[in-house]
């Protein structure tokens, strides 16, 4: 099946800890985000990538980090510098060059104890 | 400064009551308008994309309309089933590739 896969679907971190959040995708698509949701809030962009070790800064960016080493792979981390990391985070990806669509996973919500 | 805005926030609608839900943005410039559903707890499911005014797009219950300011989705004899969150995006011309969100709009039907 094509898809995009995020793993966990629940996490914990335990404060001053960093977390990774996979994110996989067989639909060859170019371009890789990771967004932040929040209740009451609309999904924030936090990074994206358009091709492979290569990839920017999105409006929140600050406390986490990415990598794109495989088209197919964009893992986040979410580092001790992020101040409220609990959240549901979602990973999306897409073709911009051909159409502007991003379809997304089904979302990792992390849990700061 | 690209915003986008949804209205109302929640809505309830008895089960084959139609109604309308509305996305109103203010962009430089617009390169496509989205329409996803979300379920608690998933995803964003892509529903619909609207690249100018004038531009319809339907999908069972599901109609979706673009003005030069607004888009609206129309729902047509919902059933319980279509109760979720529905969010409108928009992507800007010339900019990244980033969508922006508005906060959704909570719908749910009752049988």
């Known amino acids: 099946d094509g898809g995009i896969t995020q793993s966990p679907k629940y996490l914990f971190r335990k404060e001053g800890q960093n977390v990774t959040l996979s994110c996989e995708q067989n639909l060859n698509h170019d371009a890789m985000y990771w967004y932040r949701q929040d209740p009451g809030q609309g999904l924030r962009l936090i990074y994206y990538s358009q091709i492979v070790n290569d990839f920017q800064k999105g409006d929140i960016a600050e406390g986490y980090s990415v990598s794109r080493e495989k088209k197919e792979s964009f893992p986040l981390t979410v580092t001790s510098a992020q101040k409220n990391p609990t959240a549901f985070y979602l990973c999306?990806?897409?073709?911009?060059?051909?159409?502007?669509?991003?379809?997304f996973g089904q979302g990792t919500r992390l849990t700061v104890v | 400064e690209d915003q986008v805005t949804q209205s109302p926030e929640a809505l309830r609608l008895q089960e084959g009551e139609s109604s309308s839900l509305n996305c109103s943005y203010t962009?430089?410039?617009?390169?496509?308008l989205f329409w996803y559903r979300q379920d608690p707890g998933k995803g964003p499911e892509f529903l619909f994309t609207?690249?100018?005014a004038g531009e319809e797009k339907e999908k069972e219950r599901l109609k979706a309309t673009l003005t030069k300011k607004e888009s609206f989705l129309h729902i047509t004899a919902p059933k319980p089933e279509d109760s979720a969150t529905y969010l409108c995006?928009?992507?800007?011309?010339?900019?990244?590739?980033?969508?922006?969100f508005g906060k959704g709009t909570k719908l749910t039907v009752n049988p």
């Open positions: 995006a928009v992507q800007v011309q010339g900019g990244s590739e980033k969508l922006v």
């Open positions: 999306a990806s897409g073709w911009p060059g051909r159409s502007p669509e991003a379809f």
């Open positions: 962009v430089s410039g617009l390169r496509g």
């Open positions: 609207l690249y100018s």
